[in-house]
Nanobody, 121 residues
């Protein structure tokens, strides 16, 4: 019912910047949160940043001060501005949304396909 399409990943040198985008589409009744997670090789998926409807945000300690999450509610699109990238930020980044479709009676978590971010040292 809800599809997420990510874009903006790529290869960047340490210290550089990238901006990820995540567009939600489908039969969406309500989105209560959007967020970004990442998974590095051999590691578990971890939270990067979340944005709750209403504007509250939450960041992993490792990205505070460097990454900024924002959401364009009119476009159902989330962004992750990543500055000061480090080698350890290398991972596949996944978009997540907690949303309710028109034909659903509750919210579900939906995931994008992931976009690779590679930071060269």
């Amino acid at each position: 019912q809800v599809q997420l399409v990510e874009s903006g990943g790529g290869l960047v040198q340490a210290g550089g910047s990238l901006r990820l985008s995540c567009a939600a589409s489908g039969s969406i009744f309500r989105i209560s949160a959007m967020g970004w997670y990442r998974q590095a090789p051999g590691k578990q998926r971890e939270l990067v940043a979340t944005f709750q409807t209403g504007g509250s945000t939450n960041y992993a300690d490792s990205v505070k001060g460097r990454f900024t999450i924002s959401v364009d509610n009119a476009k159902n699109t989330a962004y992750l501005q990543m500055n000061g990238l480090k080698f350890e930020d290398t991972a596949v980044y996944y978009c997540n949304t907690r949303a309710r479709g028109w034909s659903s009676d509750r919210e579900y978590d939906y995931w994008g396909q992931g976009t690779q971010v590679t930071v060269s040292s």
